[in-house]
């Protein structure tokens, strides 16, 4: 087991707190001087054109990279050298813009093997056994995410939307405290998009919501605060309305647009 360093007593107000945090890819900077705080249970949305950074921003703070540079604290614990699944243990969980589910598995052993920690980058399957804590659980998160009439299809059968359906559950099964959702209404259709928005207003309160979104609509609607980036810096930071009436954050948006 890793141990984890504790930090000054100022640090513990924050459920996430990131401190110049930055990712080089050789001599690109995808992520650059990053410091970003979120209070528990708050609902973050984090916009920005594509290739602005946003993607790295989660691999750092879920574990599946490490920052050049910098310190991500999680309830003022430093776990910026911590491993993926030492990260999900202390309560953090994410899905990927691309769904990540066992296509040839039902949804309910999707969500099965999640309650028991495999994920689908972490192979070791056990056989499923009913009844057991995890089954229990397992359809519990089915009905959460609007899957209880689909447990038994295959999740490659799955329409789009209800791919990241299950893909939240998955996620859920860990009960995070911090939960990444990287463009979960990516693709979908404006029925699918409702619907997913409805079931991440309708997440426990005290759970903190980092969200990537391109739908303004969606990532207005489930955040309070957001955070703007572009080429791998934070350009803004503030309400929806704030941010919108930025004159850089237009600029940069008409920016990409047109180039
Ligand atoms: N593993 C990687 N190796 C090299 N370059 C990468 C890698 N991951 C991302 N990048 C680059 O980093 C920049 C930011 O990418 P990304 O974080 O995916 O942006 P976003 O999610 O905001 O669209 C892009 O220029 C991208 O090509
Ligand atoms: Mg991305």
């Known amino acids: 087991m890793v141990t984890v360093q504790a930090t000054p007593a100022q640090a513990i107000g924050h459920a996430l707190e990131l401190q110049g945090v930055s990712r080089r890819f050789g ?3 995808a992520v650059e001087d990053v410091s970003l705080s979120l209070a528990p249970g708050e609902r973050r949305a984090i916009i920005g054109p594509n290739g602005a950074g946003k993607t790295t921003l989660f691999n750092l703070i879920a574990g ?47 969500l099965y093997l999640a309650a028991r920690g495999v994920r689908p980058w972490r192979m070791s399957l056990r056989r499923p056994r009913a009844n057991d804590a995890e089954m229990v659980k397992a359809r519990q998160l089915a009905e959460q995410v609007g899957l209880g009439h689909a447990i038994h299809a295959l999740a490659g059968a ?15 099964a860990s009960n995070p405290r911090l939960l990444l959702l990287d463009e979960p209404a990516a693709g979908l259709s404006p029925a699918e998009r409702e619907l997913l928005t409805g079931l991440l207003l309708g997440l426990d309160a005290a759970m903190t919501i980092l969200l990537v979104e391109h739908d303004m609509d969606v990532a207005f609607r489930v955040a309070r605060q957001v955070t703007v980036m572009h080429e791998g810096r934070v350009i803004a930071q503030g309400t929806p309305g704030e941010v919108s009436a930025d004159e850089v954050v237009q600029q940069v948006y008409l920016g990409a647009r047109h180039g």
């Open 27 to 29: 001599g690109l900077r």
């Open 64 to 110: 599946d990279l490490r920052p050049t540079s910098g310190t991500i604290r999680f309830y003022g614990s430093d776990i910026t050298r911590l491993p993926p699944h030492e990260r999900i243990r202390l309560g953090i969980a994410r899905t990927y813009q691309t769904p990540l589910v066992f296509p040839r598995l039902s949804v309910l052993e999707n």
């Open 158 to 172: 799955l329409a789009h939307g209800q791919q990241r359906q299950l893909e939240l559950g998955m996620a859920l």
